[in-house]
């Protein structure tokens, strides 16, 4: 038996589309490949020269997959030439200090603000905005002769503050948002059952806000561990450097530069905030979106 000419002319089309559904599948699949290797190549090669001694480097080209000669002399320079450890601790005091601080301040700020009619809101809200579109190193000089007035140049109370109010302003703006977009009859449920509107908004949305916080603190911890621009002129007492400090002071103490031992500091370095983003992946991925909630 024959079958219809529309049961045909939609076969056609059924074909049609799988085929186009499976040619766009192996394209993306193909970019993502691409985009993959171009975005791991360049770790791969720090890695790579970190585990190379100067002699073999300079005969490793980009075709070799693997180094002619591994050696961790690079990494025993840094770990035990070098004061890495007390980079690490200072760097460590900063970023903890600066972000328990900063995210405390947060939390009570982007509550506040999302739910109690704060006057002259608007006006802080277009403040807060703005200084948000500035990159933070424009900062620097203002805060320095700030600072400076203040006595508090080379001190570690002084870079935490600093740090604690670039972390405060964006963290307060991602709270508020994320606040906002929560609905109210939770907290009006706890209100009827006895608690206070103050209980009821920390006891109840800071849970909820769960997933911007943990963001929030990713986000306020790794700006002062990367930073070099405002620990650069805020610090110079050698005992009281952080990470970023001595990355720059490995590249400039010697006459010629030792990639070796540059990019075996850069791994070492890098290798706390790889953890950080393996183990919160989850909520790195969420606090992306959430970034972008208006």
Known sequence: MRRPRYAEAYMRKNTYYKRI???KKILSHIILIIVGIYSIFPIYYVVLTSLSSVNSIAETSLSDLLPKFFSLSNYYLILFKYPFFT??????IFCTASTAIGIAFAI??????ARFNIPGKKAILYMMLILTMFPFVVMVIPLYFMFATLHLIDTYQGLILAYTGGALIYSSWLIMNYVNSLPKDYEEAAQLDGLTQSQALFRILVPMSRPVIIFAVLVAFMGPYTDYALAGQF???PSMYTLAIGLYYTSTGTVVMNYNVYAAFSVLMGLPLFILFFVFQKYLVSGFSLATYK
């Open 235 to 237: 610090i110079t007492t």
């Open 108 to 113: 009570i700020a982007g509550i506040g603000m």
């Open 87 to 92: 980079w690490l601790g200072n760097t460590l």
């Open 21 to 23: 559904s499976l040619i």
